[in-house]
Nanobody, 115 residues
Framework: QVQLVESGGGLVQAGGSLRLSCAASGSDYAFSIMRWYRQAPGKQRELVAFITLGGTTYYRDYVKGRFTISRDNAKNTVSLQMNSLQPEDTAVYYC?????????WGQGTQVFVSS
């Protein structure tokens, strides 16, 4: 059974930083793509960033230059370094991993940015 567990969320003041991590277990193969989504109260879940097995990255415009996604294929982990956080970044952040077994989701980790 594939499991994804996010960690690193919490409360931070505007301008601060957090590093989110997602640890995957139960997969025999590396995931072709790993993504971070977020969902704010009353909003739809939206893609924040993704990284492919080969290291290609994508960022939504509103996080470009502030967030950095990375992965360790050997450890099956993906991280999201979030700098210059703003109240608008407040959301539950979800890790998603897609591979031969399908698409898998973590339970989410709460990020709250105070003004």
């Amino acid at each position: 059974q594939v499991q994804l567990v996010e960690s690193g969320g919490g409360l931070v003041q505007a301008g601060g930083s957090l590093r989110l991590s997602c640890a995957a277990s139960g997969s025999d193969y590396a995931f072709s793509i790993m993504r971070w989504y977020r969902q704010a109260p009353g909003k739809q879940r939206e893609l924040v960033a993704f990284i492919t097995l080969g290291g290609t990255t994508y960022y939504r415009d509103y996080v470009k230059g502030r967030f950095t996604i990375s992965r360790d294929n050997a450890k099956n982990t993906v991280s999201l370094q979030m700098n210059s956080l703003q109240p608008e970044d407040t959301a539950v952040y979800y890790c998603n991993a897609e591979g031969t077994t399908g698409s898998h989701w973590g339970q989410g980790t709460q990020v709250f940015v105070s003004s």
